[in-house]
């Protein structure tokens, strides 16, 4: 695999066990991604080219939530076209509706989605 480019797909969240999951999944597959565990990470790596095709992102984090780190991606010319996929365990319509309203392609539930769902979901955004 050639990761020259840079990631196609960041995964922004601080659940090791799952991000391990689907990056060994991506690979897999073929598909190059990187992992941040934090907001700030991630700010520091989407401040550098190449941007991702793809962004993971999960609702509750350390630093900032999901929703707060989706309006700054929709609000940064630099990141605003990438697509986002949320995720969280939390299952209320109100989150599920407040992420497509900022601008996330889908808000996936993390125990009822297979890493293989999720590749292919991101496979979809790739094409």
């Known amino acids: 695999m050639d990761t020259s480019e840079g990631p196609l797909v ?3 969240d601080d659940d090791s066990v799952f991000t391990d999951v689907i990056s060994h999944r991506l690979m897999r597959d073929g598909i190059a ?3 941040a565990p934090t907001w700030k990470v991630a ?3 989407l401040a550098k080219d190449p941007l991702p095709k793809v962004i993971l992102l999960d609702v509750t984090m350390p630093d900032i939530d999901g929703f707060e780190v ?3 991606l929709k609000a940064d010319a ?3 076209t990438i697509p986002v996929l949320m995720f969280s365990n939390n299952m209320e319509q109100e989150k599920i509706t407040l992420a497509t309203e900022l601008g996330a392609k889908e808000y996936l539930i993390k125990v009822d989605t297979s890493p293989g769902e999720v590749t292919e979901k991101i496979k979809a ?3």
Do not use: D, S
């Open 33 to 35: 991604n990187a992992y």
């Open 10 to 12: 960041l995964c922004i």
């Open 43 to 45: 700010e520091g790596m």
């Open 70 to 72: 989706l309006r700054r």
């Open 125 to 127: 955004l790739l094409a």
């Open 78 to 80: 630099r990141t605003a």
